[in-house]
């Protein structure tokens, strides 16, 4: 089981180094940028209130720019799941369906390794690859912290990276599940993004139309806390995170132990006929 | 440990993908300490039977049991005795052989030496130190055939292994065959090249769309072949004659004179007919396990 583990953590190391780069730099660049909005809020106020709907909407509350938290929340915690979110839903999909798709799948399940322990070992390399980006991207904005006025300090933002962290989690099981079942990596990875986009797009509407708050509700991104988790995790929201995170994957899992692997070219529901 | 004197035990094993009906009550035994041929051309349905062994698929019915244990019920225990190497080998092209193989080593449970591999690449001549997308197709098999030996199986699947390979490695993978056999091992040797086959396999059988067509010792069933037969006649003959000779065919026809003919069975018939033509030449060709296989082609197809 380690084996397969330290395989698959191998096999992620590339996109530990891209994606914890990348989060850790936009981190640093948004926290350094504080310092120039921070005593602009009467001349920011002014320009927004001529603004449409949907470009105040996508902004964000005026109001929160200017307090740390605030602004940590809505230029990093609120945006980046967006852009990390496709790194989630690509490999939560390819968990088990890439290697089936490249016809790789069959001699790796022909080890002495049950289904579940095999299943066990690559959803958590990719859980611990996740934490790793997130870990990276918590010591780039931690390092530029000290040269800002945020006053808020590199533990006071470990708990919205648990948040990150728990919400890519999710979405990387959704993906996974959706990949048992859909035909192809691509298209559950599509799937799995498109809830993530919708997601988003609620959680920017219900500010200026609240009666979008019922749908939204039924999306993750109402029960990721982000930058807000500085003041601490809000822990109902923390667990219905982790229940459909577990849901998902248990779903996955039950799929799994009883999937027929397909061959290299069987791209669909209906298997292609092979020797 | 369940005891069996069959690797493999098929009994009425059928395996569908949605109307395409890819096995259609596969039954078979493979004897333990044999090697096994397992014939057919593409599609007949042995990359499905050897995918239900190891329990990548699931048969819709029909009952298996690979070395006395179920493959759905006790997977583990049978793929750890098991060796297996698949028909379409895709390896992961980011390592290099000697990582690819510790990682099989390691999947393994450590229960293979490394030393063990170094010997067996040495033999296939394979550089550790290459990476995997540098290799030609017949590098990769030779690592498909060392992770699938490495670990001396108690019952070796192998699916097309000559594949890609030049003569000289053939030999040496039909070596590896025979020595697996030696230390008593099972093989479940699945090809579609006959003579190779024909100089492995204790017994063989003949898979035609997901049905077992012929099986038994691979001596009985040359036996029971198709004879070809070159003949050549002072005298030309009328081709009608044949037409009354129910077991033999006109395969070539050179001024009636110069033929080239199949025949099953005793060749007394034939012979009988040709007489008073004036025999010159006749040279029955011996048979191979083609001709087993091409025979019972032909008997289908007829």
Redesign the interface.
Known sequence: M???FF?MLR?YRLSVVFWGLSLAVIGTFVVLMYGSVADKQKSIERIMKGMPLIVKALAGDVSQFVTPVGWLHLKYFFVVPVSFGVFAVVTGAGVFVHDEE???L?????????RTRLFLARCASLAVATCLIVLVAWIGMSAALPYTELGVSAAGIVLPFVSLFLLMSFFQALALCFSFILPSRNIAAGAAGIILIVSFFLEVFVHVKPKLMMVARLFPLRYYQGGMATHGLNVLDLLVLLVATSLALGVAWKLFLSR??R??GEGSF?????? | MPSSSAAISCQGVTKSYGANLALRGIDLEVPEGEVFGFLGPNGAGKTTLIRCLLNMIRPDGGNLQVLGRCPQMDSVAVRAETGYLPGELNLDTALTVGQILTLFRRMRGGSVSPRKVNVLAERLQLDQSRPIRHLSKGNKQKVGIIQAVMHEPRLLILDEPTSGLDPLMQREVLTLVQEAKARGASVFFSSHLLSETEEVADRAAIVRAGEVVVSGETSALMRNALVRVSVTLERAIAMEVFDHLPNVWVMANRNDRDLALQVRGELDALMRALAGHGVQRFEPVPATLEDVFLSHYLRMAS
């Open positions: 380690s084996a397969t395989y096999r490249q016809g790789r069959d001699l790796l399940m022909a080890y002495p390794l049950s027929q692997i061959v290299m209906r298997f292609g006929g092979h020797q």
